[in-house]
């Protein structure tokens, strides 16, 4: 079982920088991969990134390459969205997801754990 927990959400301005944080329980972390989605309203939820349990595979939404960045800390049980560059279009809930396997990461019917998601909003 792993449950996470978003934070870092708020309103920032178009142009703005904002890091969202996602903790994890649980002692596997590490041999998870990690991914956020988002939500706008009115909209289906969609892939945003992902990080493999590793650190060293990562990869992105076309929407959000060049502009979001994940990491993660192991030690800390904590995986980041750095947020760049950031647009009124981005605004959304945020959600973490926890992966076994990374094929299936960022794919909504595939992902095993859900976090409650962050709200971040990006203002004109």
């Known amino acids: 079982q792993v449950n996470l927990v978003e934070s870092g959400g708020g309103l920032v301005q178009a142009g703005g920088s904002l890091r969202l944080s996602c903790a994890a329980s649980?002692?596997?972390?590490?041999?998870?991969?990690m991914g956020w989605f988002r939500q706008a309203p009115g909209k289906e939820r969609e892939f945003v990134g992902a990080i493999s349990w590793s650190g060293i595979s990562t990869y992105y939404a076309d929407s959000v390459k060049g502009r979001f960045t994940i990491s993660r800390d192991n030690a800390k049980h904590t995986v980041y969205l750095q947020m760049n560059s950031l647009k009124p279009e981005d605004t959304a809930v945020y959600y973490c997801?926890?992966?076994?396997?990374?094929?299936?990461?960022?794919?909504?019917?595939?992902?095993?754990?859900w976090g409650k998601g962050t709200l971040v909003t990006v203002s004109e």
């Open positions: 997801t926890a992966n076994s396997d990374y094929v299936g990461v960022a794919s909504v019917p595939q992902v095993e754990y």
């Open positions: 649980g002692r596997t972390f590490s041999s998870y991969a």
